[in-house]
């Protein structure tokens, strides 16, 4: 039969034995998109969960922090300027002026967004009436941060946006949720904190994009919790599923913890565990990776991006619960030795000093962490042009812990061959001649399954054409 594969900027069409499997780890069932959005925002904000509404959290001399994600969330519709001006007329109500709010994005160590991409992310007259009050989060500039010492439970340090600190009242738009991966204190914990912090969860092993006992948010909401005591006050949020990239279907608003259980509520009625989709697990796996990245919003892929980040991390998910051990990965990805050095600096550093030595992320942690966080040069351009946190290209690699799993990757028509054979990967012209080729290692009875792809792409742009 055939199969189409995301590629490239389009799709590739492969022929696969009869009999493959057909799986897929995305939800079940689409939601339908709000007929009226700032409807749902304004009845959201009316009857919060777990707190006041936000014009009895304040008063008229508070100062408030409106925070919201960044670009690299996969929401691209008018969730972020619909709710901000929500939050406005919510704090107007209590005598709130706008020249008493602030507005940040929350990028973390992600790169800033120039006042271009910002308008995008909202709108021009909310950039041009906030203008000396709209900044992007800077996790290395230290009059910036406030630390807040440790939690009790497990020690781990909470940074901070000073933004945060000294705000009256903080308010998040959440604007999308990614299975359980996103949300929660994830939000402002990681979105506005500093490496210190984030590199208790961003390890190999830290990630987890889980509905239940989701290890990454276990962290987050104890950091979350010794926040709220330091400050003596909660953060309101506001949490979005989204329909589409660009329509969002569901909004909740109120505690941190609150409005998050009541969106993994919806999405664990919608994800079946990743497990079930493939009661046999399967000899061969095959997906297309296309030219895409959350991290390339804006932006242009690289080889790390296109076959570690997303080939082996966000659409390698199905790898542990759907492939056998010792599994062979058939990834269609037209991986070019293309390298966008203003917005990924440290990547082409990785790639070329790093990887040689070893594709173990644990190694490679302990190796090379401590140098790249604090390149004075990289870390200048995280500040001033438009770059990602040096440290960045390292996290990048953290999904090479998938290869313990597998027991070969073969890259199917790859623009230049050389690049997945810099990590050691196989190379085939065709995805038919990457089936044959393990097959001869699995045998011709090898089960092979086919992993649909996510139902969201990631790039506006291309969502847009699609």
Known sequence: MNVELPYADGTLVAEVPAGTRRLSGEAERALPSLGDLAAAVREAL???????????????????????DDHT????????PVAIRAVLDELAQAGVSPGQVRLVCANALHRKCRPAELQRLLDAELVRDFAAQLSCHDAEDPDQIADLGTTAEHGYPVEVSRFVTDADLTVYVNTNYIRGFTGGWKSVCVGLSTWKSIRVTHTPDGMSMSLNRNR????????????????????????TLLANPFEAARVF??????????????????????????????????????????????????????????????????????????CTVIMAAAARDAWDRVHHPSYLDVWERVLPRTR???????????????????IDAYRHRFAFHPIHGILAIHPLKRLGHVGRVIVAAPRDAHVPRHLGFDVTATVEEAIAKARTIHGSAATIGVVAPPAMPADPDHARRS
Request: proline share 7%; glycine share 10%; net charge neutral.
């Open 253 to 326: 608003a109120g505690g941190v913890v609150e409005t998050r259980q009541a969106a993994l509520e919806v999405q664990a009625s919608r994800f079946p565990s990743r497990r079930v989709a493939a009661l046999e697990p399967c000899d061969i796996l095959v997906y297309g990776v296309p030219d895409s990245s959350p991290y390339a919003i804006w932006a242009s892929v690289n080889p790390i991006l296109t076959l570690v980040s997303m080939g082996l991390g966000y659409l390698g998910g199905m790898i542990e619960a759907a492939g056998k051990p010792g």
């Open 216 to 239: 990454m948010h276990a962290v987050l909401d104890e950091m979350g919790r010794h926040l709220e005591q330091c400050l003596g006050r909660r953060v309101f949020k506001i949490d």
């Open 73 to 80: 969330t996969g929401s691209f519709g008018p969730i972020r």
């Open 46 to 68: 009316a009857a919060p969960r777990g707190l006041p509404r936000i014009r009895e959290l304040v008063t008229a001399r508070a100062r408030v922090t409106i925070a919201f």
């Open 360 to 378: 173990d992320p644990y190694a490679i942690t302990a190796g090379f962490e401590t140098e790249f966080a604090r390149h004075a040069e990289y």
